[in-house]
C-alpha cells in the first residue's frame, strides 16, 4: 500500500512540475485596456504590457489614459481608436480618438502600414462660405468654422447641388467604409468607423479550425505557428520530454492500481461462500457526445449587426449565453437549423466543447448526419 501511495505522489509531483513548464512557456496572453474594450492577442500586443515576441511587427497598441484602445498607423498623423477586431475575418474598426475622423482621413495613408481597406467609397469635400441649412445636408463640424460650412458627398446629385450652389471643391477622398454602398450617398459627417483588413500574418485557416497563431523566433527568422484550441504549442522535443514526465509515472500508477484492485477482487472471492450470479446481458454504453469542429463551426453564418441591430428573429435581442444585449459592430452566428442567434466568440467556444444548440438543445450534428 505505501508503494502504491509513493507512486502517486510521484506521478501528481511530475504533472505539476509539467504544467508549470506549459504555463511558463505561453507568456502571452489575451489582453484588454479595460472590460469594454476589443480583447488584445496576437498579431496584436499592448506596449508596456506583453513582450516583442508576442505580436507581429506594426501591430503595436496602447492603452490612453481613458483606457481606450489605440493605434498609431505609420505614415499617417494622428492616433486612432479600435473599436472592434474579429480575428477569424481579420477586420479592424478605427475612429479617431478626438472625434474628427474627417481630419485623419485627410492625410490617410496606409502605404506604409500592414492595413489596408476593405471596401473604398469616394467622397467630395465642398467648402461653402455661407449658411447651407436650406440644403438639409450633414455638414461635418469640426472641419467648419464660423464663417463657411464643410460637406461631403459621393453622389452626383450631391456634387451638382453644392456645385450649383457657389461651394469650392477641396478635393476627392477614398474612404475605407464599413460596406459597399449600392446607392451614393448625398451627404456625409464622415464621423462612422472606418474598416481595415490586413493580410500577414494570415491566420484565418488557424482560426477557422478553433486555433491561434503565435509568433516562433529562430535562429534566422520569425515562424508563424498555429497552436492548438487551448493556445499551447511545444517544439517536438519538449513534447516528447513531457510525454516522457507525465507518462511513465502515469503508467505505473495505473499498473499499480490494477495490481491493488485485483489483489481485493482475490481476496473478496475466497471468502465469499455462495456462487454470484452475474447477468449474461451487457449494460449499454452512454453515448458521449463531442464539440464541433473548427470547419463545421465556421459553416454556419456570421454577420455583423447593423445600426438597425436587425436579426432572423426579432424578438432574439439579447445572446442567450452572456445575456448581453446585442450591439452594432458585433460579430453574431446563427445555427442555421433552428435559427437561434448568438454573438459569435460565445457560441464558438460552446460548440467546440457542446455539439448542441444552447437553446432548443437540437444537435447540428445530428442534423448533419455526422454523429
Not at 483606457?67 to 477586420?91: D, M
Not at 489596408?116 to 445636408?137: E, I, P, R, W
Not at 472641419?143 to 460637406?151: D, E, I, P, Q
Request: aromatic residues 10%; hydrophobic residues 35%; glycine residues 6%.
Amino acid at each position: 500500500m505505501e508503494l502504491h501511495k509513493t507512486i502517486a505522489l510521484f506521478f501528481l509531483l511530475c504533472y505539476l512540475i509539467s504544467t508549470t513548464v506549459v504555463v511558463a512557456s505561453t507568456g502571452c496572453f489575451t489582453s484588454a485596456c479595460s472590460k469594454d474594450e476589443p480583447l488584445i492577442r496576437f498579431p496584436f500586443r499592448l506596449r508596456n504590457y506583453q513582450s516583442l515576441d508576442c505580436g507581429y511587427p506594426g501591430f503595436n497598441l496602447f492603452c490612453d489614459a481613458l483606457n481606450r484602445t489605440i493605434i498609431r498607423l505609420p505614415g499617417s498623423p494622428g492616433e486612432f481608436t479600435i473599436e472592434a477586431i474579429n480575428y477569424s475575418t481579420q477586420e479592424l474598426w478605427l475612429n479617431d480618438r478626438n472625434n474628427c475622423l474627417p481630419q485623419l482621413l485627410l492625410n490617410l495613408n496606409l502605404s506604409s502600414s500592414p492595413f489596408l481597406g476593405v471596401y473604398y467609397q469616394d467622397f467630395t469635400l465642398f467648402n461653402c462660405s455661407f449658411d447651407h441649412t436650406t440644403l438639409k445636408l450633414n455638414p461635418i463640424g469640426c472641419l467648419s468654422g464660423s464663417n463657411y460650412t464643410v460637406y461631403a458627398t459621393s453622389s452626383m446629385r450631391g456634387f451638382d447641388l453644392l456645385s450649383k450652389s457657389d461651394c469650392k471643391s477641396i478635393g476627392t477622398l477614398p474612404v475605407p467604409v464599413q460596406w459597399p454602398f449600392f446607392e451614393q450617398v448625398v451627404s456625409s459627417d464622415l464621423s462612422g468607423d472606418i474598416l481595415l483588413t490586413w493580410d500577414n500574418p494570415d491566420c484565418r485557416i488557424c482560426a477557422s479550425r478553433g486555433g491561434r497563431c503565435s509568433l516562433k523566433r529562430t535562429a534566422f527568422n520569425r515562424e508563424i505557428i498555429c497552436e492548438n484550441s487551448r493556445g499551447i504549442a511545444f517544439p517536438r522535443g519538449a513534447r516528447y520530454a513531457i510525454i516522457v514526465g507525465a507518462g511513465v509515472p502515469a503508467m505505473l500508477f495505473l499498473i499499480g492500481l490494477l495490481c491493488f484492485i485485483s489483489g481485493r477482487i482475490r481476496s473478496c472471492r475466497r471468502r465469499a461462500q455462495p456462487v454470484l450470479e452475474f447477468s449474461s446481458a451487457v449494460s449499454p454504453q452512454p453515448i458521449v457526445f463531442t464539440g464541433l469542429d473548427g470547419p463545421t463551426i465556421e459553416s454556419y453564418p456570421k454577420t455583423i449587426l447593423g445600426e438597425s441591430r436587425r436579426l432572423p428573429k426579432p424578438d432574439d435581442n439579447i445572446c442567450p449565453i452572456c445575456l448581453a444585449e446585442y450591439q452594432p459592430k458585433e460579430t453574431l452566428r446563427t445555427i442555421p437549423e433552428c435559427l437561434h442567434c448568438f454573438h459569435a466568440d460565445c457560441i464558438d467556444e460552446w460548440l467546440r466543447l457542446n455539439a448542441s444548440c444552447p437553446v432548443c438543445r437540437n444537435s447540428p450534428m445530428c442534423v448533419h448526419g455526422t454523429v
